[in-house]
């Protein structure tokens, strides 16, 4: 069995680099100074913002389930089959958590502190899980790919 690192896998790690910095720039534009006056705007621009993002999401989720990087990892350490098919549920919360996101964003006809604090709070929860999310991918694909080589690359 080939321990060589795939495309697969390399894929999903350069996704992840853009993710991350996708994420960033979400939560910026969430803690932002957001006036009354500009309010709709600003609503309007954040709403496509994450509507992207969930696109982007999906699309790295489908790579990981279809591309074969999930595939990889299984054949290259079995064991880890059962960790890799609760990432693939995930898969599916981590979208239902920003499409709730997205419809509260859509419900908050007005600058609203309260609701805006509570996308904040739901917005910080989705990244968290999503970030750990990627760490257990992380630490599958070392452990399936560089442990003969002592270490990442
Ligand atoms: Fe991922």
Request: aromatic share 8%; proline share 2%; hydrophobic share 40%.
């Amino acid at each position: 069995m080939s321990k060589k690192k795939p495309a697969s896998v390399e894929a999903v790690e350069r996704e992840h680099i853009g993710l991350r910095a996708e994420m960033v720039s979400i939560h910026d534009c969430l803690h932002g100074n957001i006036s009354s006056e500009e309010f709709s705007e600003w609503r309007l621009k954040f709403m496509w913002q994450m509507r992207d993002f969930k696109n982007r999401l999906l699309k790295h989720f489908d790579l990981e389930e279809e591309g074969g990087f999930m595939n990889d990892v299984i054949s290259a350490a079995p064991h880890s089959e059962r960790q890799v098919a609760g990432l693939k549920e995930e898969h599916n919360a981590i979208s239902s958590s920003l499409d709730s996101i997205l419809a509260k964003l859509k419900a908050m006809a007005e600058h609203n502190v309260e609701s805006l604090e509570g996308i904040r709070t739901d917005l910080a929860g989705v990244f968290a899980v999503l970030r750990e999310h990627e760490n257990t991918e992380h630490q599958l694909m070392q452990r399936a790919f560089y442990r003969e080589y002592g270490g990442p690359e």
